[in-house]
């Protein structure tokens, strides 16, 4: 499981993001950030609010 902190409410992730996922190869990835709801940013990468980080866990 990856997590990445953005205090945008459109976040951009960098080179380095993606390059740490092909390393690293987690089965889940959430993006914590300023939204209202969650959704899919690109596969097996959500963008979640800081209110559901609780549920990101239920997927364990």
Not at 7 to 12: C, D, E, H, I, Y
Not at 23 to 31: A, E, I, S, Y
Not at 37 to 59: I, M
């Amino acid at each position: 499981m990856a997590f990445e902190i953005k205090l945008s409410s459109a976040p951009g992730l960098s080179k380095g993001f993606w390059s740490a996922l092909s390393d690293l190869k987690p089965d889940n990835t959430f993006v914590i950030a300023p939204v209202t709801s969650a959704y899919p940013l690109a596969p097996g990468v959500e963008v979640v609010p800081a209110t559901e980080l609780a549920n990101c866990f239920t997927t364990l």
